[in-house]
């Protein structure tokens, strides 16, 4: 036979190539330019799902009081909020009046928020605070942004977690889970917190701010962690932009931590067995 008719013999290279893709993660998803309009839709519609997927979503800051909340979030700087919870109570029980705070023994008040961490300065916030109430607000923990904000140890974010769980008045709190999810869902690319909660507003109604803020802090404790966020264990997968950035197989619901663990597995389509016993005891930091 001729060689010049001879047809060549495939190669097994693409085969192996083709075989090799197969097991690489999926990589994030690429979308289309997104429109206001359609990045609203979208965000209004991932909320809707977070408040299904979090309905226990709540203040973990334990708090009877705006008083109370106040100092809670102050410590919580740099705090996990189980320890926070851990400290409040016999601080709650010794200073339970602004007055208390203001007349504080300083020795005595870093003692019992050492294990806070950054325990001088969050003391000094503290009886700077109790003695400004007394001051200009008669003791009284105000009820408007404005007000707030020049109070000694709280800033914007603060604020807006006292009026929201304190006042009822809506608010969003930017923290780190916060500004991490709503850019990774690309609710908003601004980096400042301040145009992150405007932008984030003009996306939601106000109604629903406060419960929100909630909402997202819960996920990115329980699911969308930082490093490796269970994409595929995620009730958001379908509208998420960055699925991929974690494993999207069955075994993401392994990275799921909580109490609800196994719920959240089950509400993503996912083997609620999955979930390691000591995950779904684990705390959320």
């Not at 001088?120 to 400004?132: E, F, Y």
């Not at 007000?147 to 923290?175: C, S």
Request: glycine share 6%.
């Amino acid at each position: 036979m001729s060689l010049t008719n001879a047809r060549p013999v495939p190669s097994a290279e693409p085969a192996r190539k083709v075989e090799a893709a197969r097991k690489v993660e999926p990589a994030r998803r690429t979308r289309k330019a997104e429109t206001e309009l359609g990045r609203k839709r979208r965000a209004r519609r991932m909320a809707r799902i977070l408040a299904e997927t979090h309905p226990d979503a709540h203040c973990e800051l334990d708090h009877g009081n705006a008083l109370q909340l106040a100092v809670a979030t102050i410590l919580s700087a740099q705090c996990t909020d189980k320890r926070v919870n851990e400290v409040t109570p016999k601080l709650f029980a010794r200073y339970p009046t602004a007055a208390d705070y203001a007349g504080a023994d300083r020795a005595e008040l870093e003692q019992l928020i050492k294990p806070t961490g950054f325990f001088r300065n969050k003391t000094t916030s503290l009886i700077n605070l109790g003695q400004a109430l007394v001051e200009r607000y008669d003791g009284e923990v105000p009820g408007r942004l404005t007000d707030l904000v020049t109070l000694p140890g709280i800033g914007r974010k603060t604020a807006n977690v006292i009026l929201g769980n304190a006042f009822d008045v809506p608010g969003i709190t930017v923290d780190t889970h916060f500004q991490r999810l709503v850019r990774r869902w690309e609710w908003t690319d601004e980096t400042d917190p301040v145009k992150i909660e405007h932008a984030i507003g003009a996306l939601i109604e106000k109604r629903d701010w406060t419960m929100l803020s909630h909402r997202v802090i819960f996920h990115g404790r329980r699911v969308c962690h930082a490093r490796k966020p269970a994409c595929g264990a995620c009730t958001l997968a379908a509208a998420c932009p960055a699925y991929g950035t974690g494993p999207t197989d069955p075994l993401a619901a392994k990275l799921l931590k909580g109490p609800r663990a196994r719920d959240l597995a089950a509400a993503a389509g996912a083997d609620p067995d999955l979930v390691p016993a000591q995950a779904a005891a684990a705390d959320v930091p």
